[in-house]
């Protein structure tokens, strides 16, 4: 299987992005033979990603990596660099590829001391792939500092080191970087399209992908998530709910409690999986006793950790939030779609009923309302409003109308 076969719905994308590894093959063929380099070429040193979420930009930024550093003996017959089986293409799908490094972030945000780091090493040769390549998949969470530490990098790039950056859209990257990469826009993939993937690609039957698929609206992760995980389907269809219980002031604050406390369930789960063992590999590491005392001096790293932890709880539940938020929007946009008599296939065809009672109570004008205050409230969360404060906010504006 090609690494571009897991680029869903892209196809302009895989053209470009096929080109591109073509050239930059040609170039490192020209390099090792000491021949020039082709004059015109598709492939440069830095490449920005956007589109929606679910729309597949680290898979594309991966195919594109592994592409790279392929080692097919079939590319110089002229097959496309990506064969998705030779070694440099499945080290770097699998993530164990010594020039490739990807970069993710269950934080808040990326800082200066961690891109500094990949700077130090984008200058770095190949250790033994064909190209250096850094992937940051959440180049949006970038502090204004940090951008700038890595605007130098893509400035003056070193020879055989490539940037692959991915965000929602140009407007969350710095000017002064995205007008340095070359910009790729992916699309929502259709519907169809996910559900295809979601049967093939991992045995689930076609009617769950084809529900899955359209209740996310072709978002691949979280169709993929809903179709295999039992409490990923309870919390969605308790979120559907919301809608009927905000008739009265109380409903409207239970509903915000319960929305609120769901979420910071879901973090406290991610803790317990996850802070537990970095702990223990933290004091390990430190050479704490068996009583669990740490040495002298130790004090800072530990408090180092607390705060890592601390800021990744605030990410999970402000992500589980946004999630509900996608759900509550979708619902009524089927709302919508329903009293301006639309013929586009509804999302929550499941809660058809919910669905037919709220539109049938409410006008057009006023679902306009309702979709903006939850648009509102997601704004309200990026701004750092108490989780709790905002989400209230939004149920009474649900119930106003």
Known sequence: MAVWDDMVGQERVQTQLCAAARDADTH???????????????????????????????????????????????????????????DGCHTTLVGTHADVEVIRTDLLSIGVKETRELVRRAQLSPAGGRWQ??????????????????????????????????????????????????????????????????????????????????????????????????????????????????EDIGGCLKAAQELVDAAAEDAKQVAEEIDVKETEDLKAALGASAGGRMPRGTAGAVKELEDKQKRRRTRTQRDSLDLALTDLTGFYRDVLALQM???????????????????????????????????????????????????????????AG
């Open 28 to 86: 490192v063929t020209a390099q090792a033979q000491r021949a020039p380099a082709p004059a015109a070429s598709k492939m440069t040193h830095a490449w920005l990603f956007t589109g929606p979420p679910g729309s597949g930009r680290a898979t594309a930024a991966r195919a594109f990596a592994a592409a790279l550093q392929c080692t097919s003996p079939d590319r110089a017959l002229g097959g496309v660099p990506g064969c998705g089986f030779c």
């Open 341 to 399: 008599g639309s013929q586009v296939q509804l999302a929550n065809e499941d809660v058809r009923d919910a669905l037919d009672r709220i539109a049938r109570g409410s006008t057009p004008e006023g679902t306009l309302r309702r979709i903006e205050a939850v648009v509102a409230c997601r704004e309200a969360l990026d701004r750092n409003v108490a989780p709790l404060l905002a989400v209230e906010a939004m149920t009474m504006a649900l119930r």
């Open 133 to 246: 390549v850094i992937i940051m998949e959440d180049a949006d969470r970038l502090t204004e500092g940090a951008g700038n530490v890595l605007l130098k990098a893509v400035e003056e790039p070193a020879p055989r080191t490539v940037w692959l950056l991915c965000a929602p859209s140009l407007e969350d990257v710095l000017p002064t970087i995205r007008s340095r990469c070359r910009h790729l826009t992916l699309r929502t993939p259709p519907v169809s399209a996910v559900a295809d993937v979601l049967v093939r690609r991992d045995g689930i039957e076609p009617e769950v992908a084809a529900a899955a698929a359209r209740a996310t609206q072709g978002h691949i992760g979280r169709a993929r998530r809903l179709a295999t995980d039992e409490r990923a389907r309870a919390r969605r269809a308790t979120v559907l709910k919301l809608p009927l219980r905000v």
